[in-house]
Each structure stands twice: as structure tokens, then as C-alpha cells.
């Protein structure tokens, strides 16, 4: 499995859309982190995500959603278990601000994909229509043309006040074993 990352620098229009996926995704995170403080229940965290995309008609992909939603699970895994040794533990928090960019994750396992390549771009996808574009750069683009790779799954970020892409390339050989 290879990582390729790479910084890139979108347009107005192409940063105000991936921020307000990103305001979605910290409202759904929010909102079952509130809903479920009560008791840890995984099936119950997920379906409260479901109503609540329902309800506010999101427009950030379902899966995209589902993985929002294991990061909220998987905090408060670590929670529990480092509550076992450090009584001062605390639980999950809230994310404060909407100002912080919450990480974006378009997993191709999202029945067509969350994202499509084209010759020197990145579409992502949400609805099935294209949403935004990030123009790859050349040693991602040469990565791609490898024969042995596919792409698993595309993670956007912000980093140092920089947006960032990073894809999990997995090995096409070691998928068949």
C-alpha cells in the first residue's frame, strides 16, 4: 500500500464548496457526539447520523457521513480504553468552531466511487455529479499510470492553512491473495 500527498490550491469557488462539506460534516459529528453521550451504542451513532442527513438534506455523500461517524467511534474507543488506566481521562469533545476544517473522505467502496479520474484532474463526485475538481500534480499523475495501483480512498484536509489530498494507493496483486 503507497501514500501519495500532495498540497493544492483551488479556485473560490472549488474552496467555498469543500468548506461547506466540511461544515456539514462538523454539524453531523456534533450532533451524534450530543445525541449518543449518554450511552456508546454503534448502531445507535449511526442511525442518528442517518436521520440527521436526512433531515437537513445534506449534500456531503452518505459515506462520507459513515466515516465522520467512525471517527467519532474511534474516539471514543480511545477514550474507554485510556479511561481504564487515567481516571482523568476525558470523553469526546465537540469540535468548537466550524472555522477548523474537518477532514473529507471520498472512499471508492461508495458503490460508483466518491471521485473520478480524468487525464490531469480529480473529480469529486457527490450525488453522482461532479462537485468539485483538484488538478493532480505530475509525480501523482505518474503514480496513477502505474498498472499495479488503484486508488482505495481520497482524504482532504488542511494543513497549515493549505488544503491537502492525500490518496491510499493499494497494491492490485496483493487484492486477489
Known amino acids: 500500500m503507497k501514500t501519495c500527498k500532495f498540497n493544492f490550491y483551488p479556485d473560490q469557488i472549488t474552496s467555498q464548496k469543500l468548506w461547506s462539506l466540511s461544515y456539514e ?29 436526512q433531515e437537513m438534506s445534506l449534500t456531503s455523500p452518505a459515506k462520507m457521513t459513515q466515516n465522520t461517524v467512525i471517527r467519532l467511534i474511534n474516539n471514543w474507543k480511545s477514550f474507554l480504553a485510556l479511561r481504564k488506566t487515567d481516571e482523568n481521562a476525558r470523553a469526546p469533545k465537540r469540535f468548537a468552531s466550524t472555522w477548523n476544517f474537518a477532514p473529507l473522505i471520498f472512499d471508492w467502496n461508495s458503490g460508483n466511487g466518491g471521485f473520478k479520474f480524468t487525464d490531469s484532474s480529480v473529480n469529486l463526485l457527490v450525488k453522482g455529479k461532479i ?37 491510499t494507493l493499494k497494491d492490485i496483486h496483493q487484492q486477489k491473495s
Open 25 to 53: 460534516q462538523t454539524h453531523v459529528y456534533n450532533h451524534v457526539l450530543e445525541s449518543t453521550r449518554s450511552s456508546f451504542d454503534y448502531k445507535r451513532m449511526h442511525e442518528v447520523s442517518k436521520n440527521y442527513r
Open 131 to 167: 462537485y468539485a475538481q483538484i488538478k493532480l500534480p505530475k509525480y501523482a499523475l505518474d503514480l496513477l499510470k502505474e498498472a499495479d495501483f488503484t486508488v482505495a480512498d481520497l482524504k482532504i484536509s488542511m494543513q497549515d492553512c493549505k488544503f491537502c489530498c492525500s490518496m
